[in-house]
Every structure is written in C-alpha cells, then in structure tokens.
C-alpha cells in the first residue's frame, strides 16, 4: 500500500519504458499499449506471467481499472464540495491518500481479494500496489523485497494512465533506500516492467483542457446555474463529465442544471448552443456531426446553424431537426435559436 511519504514526494519523473529511445518488441496486448523494451521482462517468472494472464482476463480492455482510477482521482479532489479539479489544488495531507484511494478502487472494479502481506491476492499471488501521479519510480518498502508490484501512474495534465507488473527482486532496486528502508527502481528494474496498459487513455477533465481565462470566467459567476451553462458555452465540441458539471455547480443538484426544464438545455438553446447527452439518440446525432460520441454520464455542447435550402454544403455534416438541416456553426456566424432534441 503507498505510504504518505511516497506520495508527498511527488512520485514518478519520467515513465520507464516508453520514452526512452530504442525501446521495442514488447509482448503487449490490449488498447492503449506501447511496445517497449525487449529482455528482462518477467518472461521467465511464471507466477509474474499468471498475475498478468489473470489482470488481462478480468479487465482485456482496461477499461475497468481506467473507471477505477478516474473515480479515485474525482473522490480525492470532491469537485461537488470544493471546486477543485486540478492535482496542484489538494494540500499535501490529502495527496498522500491517492495510492490508498487507487488501490482500492482497483480492489473493487477487479473484485481483488486480499493479500496476505501485501495489498492483493492475484493468481495466488501477494502483490503490492504502488500509485504514483508522476512518471519515473516508485519507493519499494521492505516488505514487498522479492515480491510482485503493480505499478499505476495516472495524470490529469497528460490524460493518460498506466499499469505494469514488475518484481522488486534485489537486481531490480536502488542500493541505498529512504529513511524506510524503501528502495526506487534501478534502470534494469524500470526495464523490467511488463506494462499491462501504458499511456492509455484517462477520462478527459474538461476543465483542465479549457485555457485558463475559460475556467476563470466560468468559476466567477455567482451562481451554480449561471455557471453550468457558461461551461456549455466554453467547453463546446469537447466531453465534459458529470463529475466537471458537479465541480461548477457545487450543489447537490447539480443535474438539474443541465436538464431541459428549466437547466442550461434550455436557456442555451436560444444562443444556438445544443447539449448531446449520453441517450442513444444523442450519441446518434453528435456523431453525424463529426463530434465526440458522449459516453456514459457525458455532454457534449455545440452550437448549430440552420442550413438554408438550396446552401452548397455537399461537405457539410447535417442533421435532420425539426423538419430541418442544422450543421455546426462557424465562429462568424450570428447566433440563432436552435431546436430542442428529440426525446
């Protein structure tokens, strides 16, 4: 389990394994892998190799442990309360509970029993979960000498998450440790990680996409609604989460500053700005129009354009509204009211 220490440090610096030149013919699987280097990779330690084969059938996609990891970070920063969506916001007490929040999350989606000394028990297996924000090393304590790692690494700023299977064999450590006896990763033990998953994609944080006079603008308005739909104003074309809704809200509500009744759905609309949902229908249209397909508890804004009859536009993507063709607008374009989605 991370230590407070660990991550008070800061984490990693660089990830081992995928930047360095000269690093390929990895036996990788999966979305989001990145071939890396060849050799000492656990190839002949089986029960490295059962860990892994076990990790890969419970989550083939990775999309399981991305879930997890993304719901660790939204738990730790609690946008809904505090308007916090960037890892430099937290105080330093609360970083140190990432690795914690992580392991667990990854315990639950994965349904990993305990370990015996260590965090879990996979394929028989004790393994220790190391999280680190930052890419590079992460701290090994001395009861994990000789056994099983699974490293996580996950980043708001890159959008990117990582998980790999390594063990902390003495070849594969620091000589000198901290003050608790823990040890980094040497360069033979950082090119000994089997990656499991590396640099794939984390849910997007809208928020930290925006520029930062974006995100100023919107966090000034006085009121939760007032907020929300300045969001759909700035953050078009792009997804945005329930939980970046909750953090510009801040109210118990939050949804219902997005819905049609009275929410931001409706009072855009007279600006031309549409909100696609997570409803097939809406994934239906926002795809048609080029945009991101919204995923489960998704919006996607933009703002539409009538297209007149008779317009050239044999390039133009459109659909079918209100007995109409809308497309997406052009920035010059003047605002017009645009047509409610289909329910």
């Excluded at 990117?160 to 063990?167: E, N, Q």
């Excluded at 939050?254 to 409706?266: C, I, L, N, Q, S």
Aim: aromatic share 4%; glycine share 12%; hydrophobic share 40%.
């Amino acid at each position: 389990m991370p230590s407070p220490a660990d991550e008070a440090a800061g984490g990693q610096a660089t990830l081992p394994g995928l930047e360095r030149p000269g690093l390929e013919g990895a036996d990788l699987e999966g979305p989001g892998l990145e071939r890396a280097a060849a050799g000492a990779r656990g190839a002949d330690d089986a029960e490295l190799a059962a860990v892994a084969a076990e990790l890969r059938a419970l989550d083939r996609d990775g999309s399981r442990m991305a879930a997890a990891i993304r719901g660790a970070l939204d738990m730790l920063l609690d946008g809904q309360h505090t308007g916090r969506y960037r890892w430099d916001q937290l105080h330093k007490t609360e970083k140190t509970h990432a690795g914690t929040l992580v392991e667990i999350a990854l315990a639950r989606s994965l349904r990993l029993a305990d370990g015996v000394a260590l965090d879990y028990t996979i394929a028989g297996a004790d393994v220790d979960c190391k999280f680190s924000r930052r890419r590079g090393g992460w701290m090994i304590p001395p009861e994990a000498d000789g056994k099983l790692m699974l490293l996580v690494q996950a980043s708001d700023e890159d959008g990117t998450w990582s998980a790999g299977l390594v063990r902390a064999a003495p070849q594969h450590l620091s000589p000198g440790g901290n003050r608790d006896g823990k040890r980094a990763l040497n360069d033979r033990g950082r090119a000994a990680v089997r990656w499991l998953h590396a640099r794939a994609p984390l849910a997007e944080n809208a928020l930290i996409k925006l520029p930062d006079r974006d995100v100023a603008a919107i966090f000034a308005l006085p009121s939760g609604q007032r907020r929300v739909n300045e969001l759909f104003r700035r953050a078009q074309r792009m997804p945005v989460s329930r939980t970046v809704v909750a953090t510009v809200a801040m109210q118990d509500d939050y949804m219902k500053r997005v819905r049609g009744g009275g929410g931001a759905r409706d009072q855009l609309r007279a600006e031309g700005i549409v909100i696609f949902g997570d409803y097939a229908g809406d994934q239906v249209l926002a795809s048609a129009l080029g945009l991101p397909r919204p995923g489960p508890g998704e919006f996607v804004s933009a703002r539409l354009a009538r297209r007149p009859a008779g317009e050239p536009g044999r390039h133009d993507r459109v659909i079918r509204l209100a007995g109409a063709d809308w497309r997406l607008a052009a920035p010059a374009e003047p605002a017009g009211p645009a047509p409610a989605l289909p329910r």
